[in-house]
């Protein structure tokens, strides 16, 4: 199975500051047909995860863009340009190349 | 608007079995792959199953292989999970979400204690 290793697992953020979440992969997330299937998702504190990113830097539909996402083969990043209190919470990477399907461990997003 | 609502969670007993249904609404379901996954409590996500627009192709996580069965049945516009031989370590809110997590509904929870 694919192993996706977060980083860091906490991550205590200054309103208006950047932030940055790392995803790695134990192998290649390029598929056969050409595609990255890398996606991050977002899960407030008692709600159901959401879909930030699609194929590493593809924003879902209602997304703000202050969210990007980035990487290659097996090293992915998540940034958030300004972080507003709407964003706490947990972020997961989820790889959909290979079966079964795998999640990162999740990285808390606090603010300081 | 997406509506995805599931159902028939509950409490059970270890080596019991219970079927969940997830009712689907605002797309089109027939035309989307659909998936399971699971979340314990105080834990993170968990991918366990995944079912194409026909039901003619199914993938599983290897720890509920040969227990669980995801199926689906277009003409009601509903998923289901088929859980057998359940396990204390299969306690965790059970969410469907459409594709690889286009959309997600909010779940049911399933305990499996005695």
């Known amino acids: 199975d694919v192993v996706m290793t977060q980083s860091p697992l906490s991550l205590p953020v200054t309103l208006g500051q950047p932030a940055s979440i790392s995803c790695r992969s134990s192998?290649?997330?390029?598929?056969?047909?050409?595609?990255?299937?890398l996606s991050w998702f977002q899960q407030r504190p008692g709600q159901s995860p959401r879909r930030l990113i699609y194929?590493?830097?593809n924003r879902d539909s209602g997304v703000p863009d202050r969210f990007s996402g980035s990487g290659s083969g097996t090293d992915f990043t998540l940034k958030i340009s300004r972080v507003e209190a709407e964003d706490v919470g947990v972020y997961y990477c989820m790889q959909n190349t290979h079966w079964p399907w795998t999640f990162g461990q999740g990285t808390k997003v606090e603010i300081k | 608007e997406v509506q995805l609502v599931e159902s028939g969670g509950g409490l059970v007993q270890p080596g019991g079995s219970l079927r969940l249904s997830c009712a689907a609404s605002g797309f089109t379901f027939s035309g989307s792959w659909m998936s399971w996954v699971r979340q314990a409590p105080g834990k993170g996500l968990e991918w366990v199953a995944t079912?194409?627009?026909?039901?003619?192709?199914?993938f599983y996580v290897d720890s509920v292989k040969g227990r669980f069965t995801v199926s689906r049945d277009n003409a009601k516009n509903s998923l289901y999970l088929q859980m057998n031989s359940l396990r204390a370590e299969d306690t965790a809110v059970y969410s469907c979400a459409r594709g690889a997590g286009v959309s997600w509904g909010p779940g049911t929870l399933v305990t499996v204690s005695s």
């Open positions: 192998q290649s997330l390029v598929h056969s047909d050409g595609n990255t299937y």
């Open positions: 079912i194409n627009q026909d039901g003619s192709e199914k």
């Open positions: 194929k590493v830097s």
